[in-house]
């Protein structure tokens, strides 16, 4: 499964992007480093190094990944 890359600089970008991952039907795990941490729980990402980008695994079909990109467009790394 392809993971997405994201940045979250703010506490805002934080709020913003749990907030559309608890939107989701579908499992969202974020990576960093050896952690991988629930997306849907705030208090999980803010326990991450949030000063490098994150890595999204979405466990669903490819719909559930296109949706949920689309949704955190502004936070993905190119």
Same mark, same amino acid.
């Given at each position: ?23 989701? +039907? ?7 480093? *050896?952690?991988?941490?629930?997306? #849907? $729980? =705030? !208090? ?13 695994? +979405? ?7 296109? *949706?949920?990109?689309?949704?955190? #467009? $502004? =936070? !993905?790394?190119?």
């Amino acid at each position: 499964m392809d993971a997405l890359k994201v940045r979250l600089h703010t506490i805002e970008d934080v709020r913003m992007f749990v907030t559309a991952a608890n939107m989701q +039907v579908s499992d969202i795990d974020v990576v960093s480093g *050896r952690y991988t941490i629930d997306a #849907k $729980s =705030l !208090l999980g990402i803010f326990s991450l190094d949030l000063t490098k980008p994150v890595s999204v695994v +979405v466990h669903g079909n490819a719909a559930d990944r296109e *949706r949920f990109a689309e949704q955190i #467009k $502004s =936070l !993905l790394v190119e």
